[in-house]
């Protein structure tokens, strides 16, 4: 089955103690993306990555790192993670990037993160 | 520079019509548009990609006006599973997507 998984769904932690949260897609997306979504303010991107090793900051990147060192992973890193943080995290991936594509975001079922 | 949306909220009674705008500061290049219901991940409903363009799916249609860089959802004879978040977004030249801060649909009997 074609799909976006992440890996926790949900996650308390405490301030300052490194998280990961991972992303994986099993489509052979080249485009990947982390957002978050906070009440009233909709979906925020905080990285992107158009293919393999190469990453971009989205509107909120402060606080957060990425890598993909393979295509189909798409970890999102929190090295030390504060409570301005918490908040519900969605990874998706679509088939190619480019500003006139007509391909879809799939997203995955997201990450609820508390951080105390 | 997120995109505005409007309404914010609407309620309607099944087989009404509603109209949710979305409008950006920055040229557009697409229109994206997805809904999401309550604890679930946003779902695509439709991408737009010239100006003037018009798309329709099931009771579901949008238009894209790039001139005044603005975009309509049409959603005709509303069914309770219509309910949720809907959101505008698009894609600017460097492959960033933002996202509007969406607008509530609840569909009531």
């Known amino acids: 089955e074609a799909q976006v998984t992440q890996n926790p769904r949900y996650l308390i932690t405490v301030t300052g103690k490194k998280l990961t949260v991972t992303c994986s897609q099993n489509?052979?997306?080249?485009?990947m993306s982390w957002y978050r979504q906070d009440p009233g303010l909709g979906l925020r991107q905080i990285y992107y990555?158009?293919?393999?090793?190469?990453?971009d900051k989205g509107d909120v990147p402060e606080g957060y790192k990425v890598s993909r060192k393979e295509k189909r992973n798409f970890p999102l890193i929190l090295e030390s993670p504060s409570p301005n943080q918490t908040s519900l995290y969605f990874c998706?991936?679509?088939?190619?990037?480019?500003?006139?594509?007509?391909?879809?975001?799939?997203f995955g079922p997201g990450t609820r993160l508390t951080v105390l | 520079q997120q995109p505005v949306q409007s309404p914010q909220a609407v309620i309607l009674r099944e087989g009404e019509d509603a109209v949710i705008n979305c409008s950006s500061s920055?040229?557009?290049?697409?229109v994206h548009w997805y809904r999401q219901k309550h604890g679930e991940a946003p779902i695509f409903l439709m991408i737009?990609?010239?100006?003037?363009e018009q798309k329709g799916h099931d009771k579901i249609s949008a238009s894209f006006n790039e001139k005044k860089q603005q975009s309509s959802l049409y959603l005709t004879a509303s069914q309770l599973s219509y309910s949720g978040t809907y959101f505008c977004?698009?894609?600017?030249?460097?492959?960033?997507?933002?996202f509007g801060p969406g607008t509530s649909l609840s569909v009531i009997p």
């Open positions: 998706a991936s679509s088939p190619h990037p480019g500003a006139t594509s007509t391909d879809t975001q799939y």
């Open positions: 489509m052979n997306h080249e485009y």
């Open positions: 990555s158009m293919n393999v090793e190469v990453t």
């Open positions: 920055k040229a557009l290049y697409s």
């Open positions: 737009l990609l010239k100006g003037g």
């Open positions: 977004g698009f894609r600017d030249p460097y492959d960033k997507v933002i």
